[in-house]
C-alpha cells in the first residue's frame, strides 16, 4: 500500500491519502481521543503519540498534530493507517451517516439553496485541502457554517468563510447577508 501525504493550509495538519474509500458516504470529524470510540481508525490514529485531531473523508484522512514535529510523527502515522488497512475492519463502525434531509419550513427553499452551493461549490473546494464544512443553520440573513478536519484551526479559515463562502453565497442567493463561524 502506497500512502501519499500532502500539506494543507493549517501547518499542524497533514492530508493523508491512501488510495482507496476512506468513508463511502459524508465525513467524519474526532477532534479528540474521547471523540473516537465509533471508529476503529480514528482510535488507532489517536494510538499515536502526539496525535490530536483526526478526520476522515470520503478518500482521505487528515491529522493534527500537538507538540511532536512531523518528521517524528509521520512515519507512525503511516504505519497506523497500513495497520487498520490490513486488519479488514471498517473505518466507521455502526449505522453510515445521515444525508442531508430536505430542510422545511419558511426558509426551506433558502436553506435547500446553501446546502446544494456547499455541496457542489464549497465542500470539494475545502476536502482538497483536508477538510470539510458543515451548515449549522440560517437566520435573518446569517449563515452559520463550522469548518472542520484541516480547516479548523486554519490561519486561513477566516478568510475562507468570510471573502470566499460568504462572497459566493451572497452573489447566488441575495437572501443571505453574512456567514458565520460556529465552534463546535
Known amino acids: 500500500m502506497f500512502i501519499q501525504t500532502e ?8 492530508k493523508f491519502l491512501p488510495g482507496q474509500t476512506v468513508l463511502h458516504d459524508g465525513a467524519a470529524d474526532f477532534p479528540t481521543r474521547d471523540s473516537a470510540g465509533a471508529s476503529p481508525l480514528a482510535r488507532r490514529l489517536f494510538a499515536v503519540e502526539g496525535v490530536d485531531g483526526v478526520f476522515l473523508g470520503a478518500d482521505f484522512i487528515t491529522v493534527t498534530r500537538g507538540d511532536v514535529e512531523w518528521a517524528h510523527l509521520k512515519p507512525a502515522v503511516l504505519g497506523a493507517i497500513m495497520e487498520h488497512y490490513s486488519s479488514g475492519e471498517p473505518a466507521m463502525e455502526g449505522a453510515a451517516q445521515a444525508a442531508h434531509a430536505e430542510h422545511d419550513g419558511p426558509d426551506g427553499e433558502i436553506v435547500n439553496q446553501i446546502k446544494e452551493l456547499l455541496d457542489t461549490r464549497v465542500r470539494p473546494a475545502v476536502a482538497q485541502d483536508g477538510g470539510d464544512i458543515t451548515f ?31 462572497n459566493l453565497l451572497r452573489h447566488y442567493i441575495p437572501e443571505v447577508t453574512e456567514v458565520r463561524p460556529v465552534g463546535v
Open 7 to 14: 500539506s494543507t493550509p493549517n501547518p499542524a495538519t497533514l
Open 136 to 166: 449549522h443553520g440560517f437566520e435573518r440573513g446569517v449563515v452559520y457554517l463550522t469548518m472542520r478536519g484541516a480547516c479548523a484551526g486554519c490561519p486561513s479559515s477566516t478568510m475562507t468563510l468570510k471573502m470566499g463562502i460568504e
